[in-house]
């Protein structure tokens, strides 16, 4: 009798579902989305090459190599009915750098299908809202004091106009100071509505935290407006603005993922692979001890094995890493790795590793013996199961003991002190 290959009729439809997309999120499908996403981030950027380009922590991190700082935009600020202007999360060194540089990038991505992150459509638009009415509240009661720094930069009794006739710098300018909500377009009125509510709120919360507002008013010539830009966007090249005619100081969100419901399935001249929207989401997940500074410093030895040999190769990579911030003291995340064919490649390696690093360790003992160290040492032949840089060292190391084979070590404040001693 032939056997039934049909799955259960009374299967869930949502295991199916997620069990096909397990077997789709894998590492190689990850990080080659994340290194084809990054190719548009970086043709975005050269438009204007001028601005600094931001990631918006975490996700973000992963889509350059060159990024000019980091910035933290919450998206859970902008979800609908928990709109928050978080005092916490001020991110003023942003306001002060795009006022000094005339704008910013700011790169993000979302897996949720959306053309861009909540973070982006609500979150940093409510900001900016909340700047600009807490420095034209600030201009208006130093009216004064604002139009004597515009008198001395424009050098003479007149008050200097941006490209677009807006007066800058006093009350008298102060109409021409927007302060709307700019959000985009598909964020519904009643939406809309509700958010401006409660915007004035959030201003005199701004208000009453111990911020310099004085050093930002001064600085920013035009109001902070948001842009958006995604892989779905029509940029028309002969007709880019420049910076200096724009009315405004523009907040460029670059929604790095190409928004997408369907796996979509792609072939190059060597291997296919899954496209993921936004697969930097999420990162502990899938990276499996990734960061994105070893990413983009390993990228291409990473990506060029396909996806065969890519689990293997950043288990190695995160491995390699570990071993050696641990080995100068630095800390380094632990991560649990599956087993697999390459775990007898990576202990060898990790071998090879200690056993170069205790040969150098030895050796500094030795010539600090023959120059005189007159450090209590045990007797080098003394028969004895611990260590062989615990034998030689003094009896205050002792409880000094290795974590099975994972290349670290515990012990007291005396163990360290004489290991740094060795080591410098």
Same mark, same amino acid.
């Given at each position: 009798?032939?056997?039934?290959?049909?799955?259960?009729?009374?299967?869930?439809?949502?295991?199916?579902?997620?069990?096909?997309?397990?077997?789709?999120?894998?590492?190689?499908?990850?990080?080659?989305?994340?290194?084809?996403?990054?190719?548009?981030?970086?043709?975005?950027?050269?438009?204007?090459?001028?601005?600094?380009?931001?990631?918006?922590?975490?996700?973000?991190?992963?889509?350059?190599?060159?990024?000019?700082?980091?910035?933290?935009?919450?998206?859970?600020?902008?979800? $609908?009915?928990?709109?928050?202007?978080?005092?916490?999360?001020?991110?003023?060194?942003?306001?002060?750098?795009?006022?000094? =540089?005339?704008?910013?990038?700011?790169?993000?991505?979302?897996?949720?299908?959306?053309?861009?992150?909540?973070?982006?459509?609500?979150?940093?638009?409510?900001?900016?809202?909340?700047?600009? =009415?807490?420095?034209?509240?600030?201009?208006?009661?130093?009216?004064?004091?604002?139009?004597?720094?515009?008198?001395?930069?424009?050098?003479?009794?007149?008050?200097?106009?941006?490209?677009?006739?807006?007066?800058?710098?006093?009350?008298?300018?102060?109409?021409?100071?927007?302060?709307?909500?700019?959000?985009?377009?598909?964020?519904?009125?009643?939406?809309?509505?509700?958010?401006?509510?409660?915007?004035?709120?959030?201003?005199?919360?701004?208000?009453?935290?111990?911020?310099?507002?004085?050093?930002?008013?001064?600085?920013?010539?035009?109001?902070?407006?948001?842009?958006?830009?995604?892989?779905?966007?029509?940029?028309?090249? $002969?007709?880019?603005?420049?910076?200096?005619?724009?009315? #405004?100081?523009?907040?460029?969100?670059?929604?790095?993922?190409?928004?997408?419901?369907?796996?979509?399935?792609?072939?190059?001249?060597?291997?296919?692979?899954?496209?993921?929207?936004?697969?930097?989401?999420?990162?502990?997940?899938?990276? =499996?001890?990734?960061?994105?500074?070893? #990413?983009?410093?390993?990228?291409?030895?990473?990506?060029?094995?396909?996806?065969?040999?890519?689990?293997?190769?950043?288990?190695?990579?995160?491995?390699?890493?570990?071993?050696?911030?641990?080995?100068?003291?630095?800390?380094?995340?632990?991560? =649990?790795?599956?087993?697999?064919?390459?775990?007898?490649?990576?202990?060898?390696?990790?071998?090879?590793?200690?056993?170069?690093?205790?040969?150098?360790?030895?050796?500094?003992?030795?010539?600090?013996?023959?120059?005189?160290?007159?450090?209590?040492?045990?007797?080098?032949?003394?028969?004895?199961?611990?260590?062989?840089?615990?034998?030689?060292?003094?009896?205050?190391?002792?409880?000094?003991?290795?974590?099975?084979?994972?290349?670290?070590?515990?012990? $007291?404040?005396?163990?360290?002190?004489?290991?740094? #001693?060795?080591?410098?």
């Amino acid at each position: 009798m032939a056997k039934d290959t049909n799955p259960p009729v009374n299967e869930n439809i949502y295991k199916v579902t997620r069990r096909i997309k397990k077997t789709e999120q894998t590492i190689y499908n990850a990080l080659r989305s994340i290194h084809d996403d990054s190719l548009f981030v970086s043709e975005i950027r050269h438009l204007w090459r001028e601005l600094p380009l931001l990631a918006n922590l975490r996700c973000g991190l992963w889509y350059s190599s060159d990024f000019d700082g980091t910035c933290y935009f919450k998206s859970t600020d902008g979800h $609908n009915g928990n709109w928050s202007f978080n005092t916490g999360r001020l991110n003023l060194h942003v306001g002060m750098l795009v006022a000094e =540089r005339g704008g910013c990038f700011i790169v993000d991505a979302t897996r949720k299908g959306k053309r861009f992150p909540d973070a982006m459509s609500k979150t940093i638009p409510i900001w900016t809202c909340v700047l600009n =009415r807490a420095i034209a509240d600030y201009r208006t009661l130093h009216a004064q004091e604002m139009l004597h720094s515009s008198t001395e930069q424009t050098g003479n009794g007149h008050l200097g106009n941006d490209s677009k006739g807006g007066k800058t710098g006093n009350s008298e300018g102060e109409n021409d100071w927007d302060c709307s909500l700019h959000l985009p377009v598909w964020i519904s009125h009643v939406e809309k509505g509700n958010i401006e509510s409660r915007i004035q709120g959030w201003v005199e919360s701004l208000k009453s935290t111990v911020v310099d507002l004085e050093s930002l008013a001064k600085t920013l010539k035009k109001p902070l407006r948001p842009l958006w830009i995604s892989q779905n966007s029509v940029i028309w090249l $002969n007709e880019l603005p420049e910076l200096d005619e724009w009315p #405004f100081t523009p907040i460029i969100l670059v929604s790095a993922s190409r928004p997408s419901i369907f796996t979509q399935r792609y072939t190059d001249a060597d291997f296919s692979w899954s496209y993921i929207p936004g697969a930097a989401d999420d990162e502990e997940s899938w990276a =499996r001890g990734l960061t994105p500074a070893l #990413f983009w410093k390993h990228h291409l030895e990473v990506l060029e094995g396909g996806p065969t040999t890519c689990n293997a190769k950043v288990a190695e990579i995160v491995e390699r890493d570990r071993v050696y911030r641990t080995q100068r003291g630095i800390h380094a995340s632990q991560v =649990r790795v599956k087993s697999g064919g390459f775990r007898s490649e990576i202990s060898q390696s990790v071998d090879r590793e200690r056993t170069q690093h205790e040969t150098a360790l030895e050796s500094r003992i030795r010539n600090g013996l023959a120059e005189g160290d007159e450090r209590a040492f045990r007797a080098e032949g003394e028969p004895t199961l611990e260590p062989w840089f615990i034998r030689k060292a003094p009896v205050n190391l002792k409880g000094f003991h290795w974590i099975g084979n994972t290349g670290l070590a515990v012990g $007291n404040e005396d163990c360290g002190e004489f290991l740094s #001693f060795l080591l410098v």
